[in-house]
Every structure is written in structure tokens, then in C-alpha cells.
């Protein structure tokens, strides 16, 4: 397994150091090499000196000699004969330092041959075999002659030695362009890496949040990265299992309860009609009017219980759907004929526009779906309002839009009223209070055939709702 750093932080100092570490090499690079090439030039500039001075103080020391050796000839003083020899001597140390020097073979050669001639006069004057005036300034000629070749190559070392040094400028210039330029690719993709490194865990973290935010937790959930941010993601899927243990719970709460409750709300309800039908015996107003509110209130509360039974087991059967092919127009008439007792109590006009759209779906869920809706607009609906119902094919897409004109959402809301329980600012008068799983139910059936609702502002007020769907599932 590879190595992980234990946290976040360590991380971070990993890759900046790994980032930085090819800009220190290079500038240490850079450094020792331009450090090499001055040594070298210094170097080479000290040799083609020494070159050029010793070559010169040889012709200067050949005119000494040249004058000594003459004056000997004449004055036949032993005294110039050891002057002339020290002179020699000096000569001598001279050829020595210039053999210490890189020379060519051609100008060794050179080198070599002035000092055997050299060698030669000194032993010819201490033996006195030059008499002659004339052949001693011949042999000092042929001496200043190949002194003077050996200035000229030493002048030649000279400029060898500077292309050299160009050379080798040239040299670095071109490690030092080419290390600029594999540097920055360089440097970016190890801080690519690093980034998505770092990055990385923090986005499983982010989508982890998002996944429990959404009530998502089946998917289990597993972090990379640093061993702090893992530890993070093991204590957020143990959040997930609480969680997931919570919402099973509840559901199985709601569900329990949906059904307890149903059997003495039946009794209830059956003996508000039997007081009704008059069955137990006849009543005056004021019983038959309490009856009717007997009865309307044990349908409502019908309602609401079927309302926290559907949305018990809507989120467990999200992708449960039964499909088959279906045609949208009948189905929506026969959920707006179950609505049409209230609308006509409180003289709500209901206009529909229905376009004939044959799709695939659940049909007991999409029955749902617009009818929670279109209670919804009967609730909010003020008396003597227009609702309308309308279905639009789109390509693939149909779209059905509940409007009415009640008071409408607020913009803050409008996102909010699709949670479960949510119960929005305003509230519907004289009509019995929600449950507020009406619009959470129809979302979660909507998200079932991978379909989208949304809240929108009516033209004149009032709320629109738009659902679209696909015409067939995938």
C-alpha cells in the first residue's frame, strides 16, 4: 500500500516541498555549473597569460643575453660570462613554467627546440668556440626568431583558449534554456498532481455531505487520502448507517401508526354517516349539521393519514415503479372529476387543456402526483378562483402545469415547500390544515421517472407548478 501522510496538513508540506524541490535543484544546478565555468575560464585566462608574458620576457631576455654575449666577444670579461649565465638561468626557469602549461604538441615542439638552441650557444660561449662577431648575432637571431613563433602560438593559445571559454558559455547558456524550459512543465505537473491529490478527498468528503443531505444512504461511503481525512470518512459513514437506521425506523413508525390510526377513524366515519342516513333515527338541524361536520372532518383526517402512509413508503419505492404505456388525458380527468364536489362548494372554476400525450409511467403514482397537486391548488384557491390544468408535449418531454390563483409561494420558499412537513407563510383559509407531504410525495414520485417539479410565480399571482416528464423510461 502506499504511503499516506497522517493528516491534511502534512500533505500539503509534501507537495510543496516536492513542487519547490526541482526549482532549488536547478537553481543549485545552475550555481555549482556557473561556478565550473568561471573557475575554468579564470583558469584558462591565468594559462594563456602565463603563455603570452613568458613568451614575451623570453625575447627580453634574449636581447640581454644577445648585448652580454656581444660585450663578452669584445672585452673577453669573465664577469659578463656569468651575468650572461644568470640570464641563462632565468631563461631556463622561464622554458620550465611555460612546459607546466597546457600546450599544443606543435608548440612544445617549438618550446622544446628554442631551449636545446638555447642550450647550444650557452655551451659554445663558455667554450669559447664563437669568435666571430657575425656568426654569434645569426645564432641570436635564429633564437629571437623562434622566440617570436613561440609568442605567436602563445597568442594563438590565446584565442583557443577564448572560443573555448565561448564554447563552454554556450554550453551553459543551452543547460540553462533547456532546464527553464523543462522546469515549468515540470513544476506544473507535480503541482497538478499534488492539487488533485489534496483535492481529491476533499470532494469525496463534499459529495459524501451532499449524498446524506439528500437522504441517499445505501451508497456507502469511503474517503481517500491523508489518514485523518479516512478517519473523517468512516465516522461519516457511520453517520450514514445512524442515519439510514433512523429513516427506517420513522418509516416504519409512519407506516405503523397510518394503519393503527385507520381502524377507529373507519368506525368514526361509518357512524357519522349513519347519523347522516338518518339510519339511528331522525335529527334536527343542528345534529345533522354536526354530523356533516363529523363526517368532513373524518375525511380529512383520512386523508392526511393516507398522506403520511404514501410518504412512508414513497421513499422506499422510488424505484419500484410498475410501468406500462398510458394515455395522460384520461387519467388527469378522472383525478380533476374527484376534486369537482369541492371546486363546485366554493364555485372554483376549473379549465383544463389537455393534449393527448401517450407515455410510460406508473399510473397509480402519476395519479398521485397530480392529485396532490391539484389539492394543493384547491387548498390555496380563494372562492370563485380559476385553477387550471394544462399538458404540452415537448420532443421527448411532456409537461403538465397546475396553476391557481391563490397566494402564491415566496421566492425563499420555493425550493423548501418540496420537504417533507414543510408548512409554508401562507396558509389556506377556511380549509383544513396539511400535512405538508403532499408536494414531497409528488417529488419523490416525479424523481422516480427521473422527471423534475418546480415552484413557479403565476401570471397575475397565484402558483405555478411545472412538471416534466419523459415519455419513456431507461
Not at 614575451?56 to 651575468?83: F, K, P, Y
Not at 647550444?120 to 626568431?145: H, K, M, P, S, W
Not at 506544473?188 to 478527498?201: G, K, Q, Y
Not at 383544463?352 to 410510460?360: I, K, N
Request: charged letters at 25%; glycine letters at 6%; hydrophobic letters at 40%.
Amino acid at each position: 500500500m502506499a504511503y499516506q501522510p497522517k493528516s491534511l496538513r502534512k500533505l500539503i508540506l509534501y507537495g510543496f516541498g516536492t513542487v519547490s524541490l526541482p526549482l532549488l535543484l536547478a537553481l543549485a544546478y545552475a550555481v555549482v555549473h556557473m561556478d565550473r565555468v568561471a573557475q575554468k575560464s579564470q583558469h584558462a585566462v591565468y594559462q594563456a597569460v602565463q603563455a603570452t608574458t613568458s613568451s614575451q620576457q623570453l625575447l627580453d631576455r634574449l636581447t640581454d643575453m644577445e648585448r652580454t654575449a656581444r660585450q663578452h666577444l669584445i672585452l673577453e670579461d669573465e664577469g659578463l660570462l656569468e651575468n650572461y649565465g644568470e640570464t641563462h638561468e632565468e631563461t631556463l626557469e622561464i622554458v620550465r613554467r611555460l612546459h607546466r602549461l597546457p600546450l599544443d604538441e606543435s608548440h612544445r615542439e617549438q618550446l622544446d627546440g628554442f631551449a636545446m638552441a638555447n642550450l647550444g650557444l650557452y655551451q659554445q660561449l663558455q667554450d669559447d668556440a664563437i669568435a666571430d662577431q657575425d656568426e654569434l648575432v645569426l645564432t641570436f637571431q635564429n633564437l629571437n626568431r623562434q622566440a617570436r613563433h613561440l609568442l605567436a602560438s602563445s597568442n594563438r593559445m590565446v584565442d583557443r583558449e577564448a572560443l573555448a571559454m565561448r564554447e563552454t558559455a554556450g554550453d551553459a547558456r543551452r543547460m540553462l534554456l533547456l532546464t527553464a524550459a523543462i522546469l515549468p512543465p515540470l513544476t506544473a505537473l507535480l503541482a497538478v498532481l499534488f492539487a488533485v491529490l489534496i483535492t481529491r478527498p476533499v470532494k469525496q468528503l463534499d459529495q459524501a455531505i451532499r449524498q446524506l443531505g439528500d437522504g441517499r444512504f445505501g451508497k456507502e461511503i469511503g474517503v481517500g487520502g491523508p489518514q485523518d481525512l479516512q478517519d473523517l470518512g468512516r465516522r461519516l459513514d457511520w453517520m450514514r448507517l445512524r442515519l439510514k437506521e433512523l429513516e427506517e425506523q420513522k418509516s416504519r413508525f409512519l407506516q405503523h401508526m397510518s394503519h393503527e390510526l385507520k381502524t377507529p377513524l373507519t368506525a368514526i366515519r361509518e357512524g357519522a354517516e349513519l347519523l347522516q342516513d338518518k339510519v339511528v333515527g331522525p335529527l334536527n338541524v343542528e345534529q345533522q349539521e354536526v354530523a356533516a361536520i363529523l363526517q368532513s372532518n373524518t375525511l380529512s383526517l383520512q386523508r392526511l393519514i393516507e398522506d403520511m402512509l404514501n410518504f412512508g413508503t414513497s421513499r422506499g419505492e422510488r424505484s419500484s415503479l410498475h410501468l406500462r404505456h398510458l394515455q395522460l388525458a384520461p387519467l388527469i380527468d378522472s383525478v380533476c372529476r374527484n376534486h369537482k364536489p369541492v371546486m363546485m362548494s366554493r364555485s372554483i372554476d376549473l379549465q383544463t387543456d389537455l393534449h393527448d400525450v401517450r407515455l410510460e409511467a406508473d399510473e397509480e403514482k402519476l395519479r398521485a402526483i397530480v392529485d396532490n397537486l391539484l389539492s394543493n391548488a384547491v387548498k390555496f384557491s380563494p372562492a370563485e378562483g380559476i385553477i387550471q390544468v394544462l399538458t404540452e408535449r415537448h420532443g421527448n418531454t411532456v409537461v403538465i402545469e397546475v396553476i391557481d390563483q391563490g397566494p402564491g409561494i415566496p421566492e425563499a420558499e420555493r425550493e423548501s415547500v418540496f420537504g417533507a412537513f414543510f408548512q409554508g407563510t401562507h396558509r389556506a383559509s377556511g380549509y383544513v390544515k396539511g400535512s405538508g407531504l403532499g408536494l414531497s410525495i409528488a417529488k419523490e414520485y416525479v424523481d422516480a421517472h427521473n422527471g423534475s417539479i418546480e415552484a413557479l410565480p403565476g401570471q397575475d399571482g397565484g402558483t405555478r407548478m411545472r412538471i416534466i416528464l419523459p415519455l419513456g423510461q431507461t
